[in-house]
């Protein structure tokens, strides 16, 4: 019997703790691609409750009062690109994972202090000016 006394063992669980080693890359043309590692607690003093899910979010301001871009991932996923962003508008990140239970805390690309990443339109490639000379 377990020591609380019931016949049935208990399992204590709580939302996950937040992701860890957040970064976010400019990549494509207007795009920036959010990687992440999966928490350290997942919710289960053993472990055994896996993250199912990961909410990944941008916005232009870092109180993210009005989310610009969100997606919900697989709990295995541990990156996402976000595509056709406005053109030099920083941009604040953050992940949360998510179990059975409930959403972790949010982690903030910058913690306390918020960092936003610029998405940049890709430059035109070079023209090739011929001269003649005679």
Same mark, same amino acid.
């Given at each position: 019997?377990?020591?609380?006394?019931?016949?049935?063992?208990?399992?204590?669980?709580?939302?996950?703790?937040?992701?860890?080693?957040?970064?976010?890359?400019?990549? =494509?043309?207007?795009?920036?691609?959010?990687?992440?590692?999966?928490?350290?607690?997942?919710?289960?003093?053993? +472990?055994? =409750?896996?993250?199912?899910? %990961?909410? !990944?979010?941008?916005?232009?301001?870092?109180?993210?009062?009005?989310?610009?871009?969100?997606?919900?991932?697989?709990?295995?996923?541990?990156?996402? +690109?976000?595509?056709?962003?406005?053109?030099?508008?920083? %941009?604040?990140?953050?992940?949360?994972? !998510?179990?059975?239970?409930?959403?972790?805390?949010? &982690?903030?690309?910058?913690? =306390?202090?918020?960092?936003?990443?610029?998405?940049?339109?890709?430059?035109?490639?070079?023209?090739?000016?011929?001269? &003649?000379?005679?």
């Amino acid at each position: 019997h377990p020591s609380n006394g019931s016949r049935y063992p208990v399992r204590v669980l709580g939302p996950p703790g937040p992701a860890t080693v957040v970064a976010v890359v400019p990549c =494509e043309d207007l795009s920036l691609r959010v990687r992440w590692r999966p928490p350290l607690d997942s919710g289960a003093f053993d +472990t055994s =409750e896996p993250v199912v899910s %990961y909410m !990944v979010q941008l916005d232009d301001d870092p109180s993210f009062s009005s989310v610009d871009a969100a997606a919900s991932l697989p709990g295995l996923a541990s990156q996402h +690109t976000f595509h056709n962003l406005l053109d030099l508008r920083p %941009y604040y990140a953050r992940v949360a994972p !998510v179990n059975i239970v409930g959403a972790g805390k949010w &982690w903030v690309l910058g913690r =306390e202090n918020p960092v936003a990443i610029t998405a940049i339109r890709a430059p035109d490639p070079p023209r090739v000016v011929a001269a &003649w000379a005679c």
